[in-house]
């Protein structure tokens, strides 16, 4: 029951887009506040790279808790993981900047799965027309189907 519901609610969002965004982010954030053996420069880069941390942890929780947002959550991700390969030591010994680059392009590409369309035998027969439905195109345009709505 809990497993079922655990993957229902990861397959409804862009899980492993928010996954790789928050362990960026986390990268990115705590190694300004490691010590400073482990540090190659601190300077001026530890305030930008906790801020850029935290905004990339923000991403990737918004990419879970409102998957509508995924395209400009993953757009931000890539952009800021992107700025923290010069503003932040190297994007987190360039770990960061990779796994950002990373969950933000799976952000970006993820797609909601579409409801089961049936095919004109399975349908019921009062749901059956005799003729199927023209649709008016201008000339000189084809139609497509375009799930995001886009227009030709």
Do not use: Y
């Not at 506040?33 to 850029?52: E, N, R, T």
């Not at 749901?127 to 439905?133: D, I, K, N």
């Amino acid at each position: 029951m809990l497993l079922s519901r655990w993957r229902r609610w990861r397959r409804g969002r862009p899980f492993w887009g928010g996954l790789f965004a928050i362990l960026a982010g986390a990268e990115i954030c705590a190694l300004p506040l490691a010590p400073l053996k482990v540090m190659l420069q601190q300077g001026i880069a530890g305030i930008p790279s906790v801020l850029m941390g935290i905004v990339m942890i923000v991403l990737g929780l918004t990419a879970w808790f409102s998957p509508a947002q995924r395209s400009l959550a993953g757009v931000l991700t890539t952009l800021i993981a992107t700025a923290a390969l010069v503003l932040s030591n190297l994007g987190g010994f360039l770990i960061g900047t990779l796994l950002g680059i990373l969950g933000g392009g799976l952000m970006f590409a993820w797609q909601p799965h579409a409801a089961a369309r049936h095919s004109p035998e399975e349908r019921s027969p009062e749901l059956q027309s005799p003729v199927p439905p023209q649709s008016p195109t201008p000339t000189g345009t084809t139609a497509h189907p375009d799930p995001q709505g886009a227009q030709p």
